[in-house]
């Protein structure tokens, strides 16, 4: 028999690096999205006071996201190497994993069920995290990192330019890429909300429950307590059943 018992306990999710790379990369991103707009709706929006300013921030700020992303690939890849560890599903996160934390999004969590999947400083993401990133840090940020640098250097990177479809796709994809990259940024901050996740990022540290069993006492070590088998009356019951 056992009983189930809770304690909170504090475990240190989020290193002092990662802090600085989230929050750098966050600000820059709503930066680059707002600045964006202004380039492509310049009729519409207005948040700087000139469309050179915005192309200006625009460019400066995309130097900075482009430098913290390869400080976090750096990060993670050299200094720690857990990136493939962190970032990478596993088959037990395609088979089962996923599903279950989409319905724990979709359906458990309204129902005041707990989340199937509980972070730890080795497995920080859960399975539809896992799946999330694997798409905005290895093919969306690369990519609208690389079609903006085209961008900003559309002369001496002519060829390049060519090879890609000229200015007017680039332009697109980057468009279409950034909408892309919005979308992500709205449902991360909505899913931060359902549960203890924007804590660790501020401070690190992230208190979780953690289930012990209280072992009641086995009735062997009871005084005066014999097992069955210690009794005259089972060893001649087994003696009967063994001649029969």
């Not at 129902?111 to 859960?126: C, E, M, Q, V």
């Amino acid at each position: 028999m056992s009983e189930n018992s809770s304690e909170k306990k504090r475990i240190y999710l989020q290193p002092w690096p990662v802090r600085i790379w989230h929050w750098i990369n966050a600000t820059g991103i709503i930066v680059l999205i707002v600045t964006g707009a202004q380039i492509r709706f310049p009729e519409s929006v207005a948040v700087l006071s000139s469309y050179k300013s915005a192309i200006d921030v625009h460019n400066v700020t995309g130097l900075i996201v482009s430098i913290s992303f390869s400080f976090w690939f750096f990060y993670y890849k050299m200094v720690k190497n857990t990136l493939d560890k962190l970032y990478i599903p596993d088959e037990e996160d395609l088979k089962h994993g996923l599903v279950r934390q989409l319905l724990y999004y979709c359906f458990w969590y309204f129902l005041g069920r707990p989340s199937p999947y509980h972070a730890s400083p080795d497995h920080k993401f859960n399975p539809m995290q896992k799946y999330a990133y694997l798409a905005v840090m290895f093919v969306l940020m690369p990519l609208v990192g690389l079609t903006g640098i085209l961008l900003l250097n559309v002369t001496p990177l002519r060829i390049l330019v060519l090879m890609w479809g000229g200015i007017k796709f680039i332009v697109a994809l980057h468009f279409l890429l950034a909408c892309s990259l919005l979308a992500f940024l709205c449902t991360h901050v909505y899913l931060a909300t359902l549960g203890n996740y924007i804590k660790p990022m501020l401070i690190g540290w992230e208190d979780v429950e953690e289930h012990e069993e209280k072992h009641v006492e086995a009735p062997a070590a009871i005084p005066g307590y014999r097992p069955v088998r210690h009794y005259p009356e089972y060893a001649e019951m087994q003696h009967e059943q063994r001649q029969g």
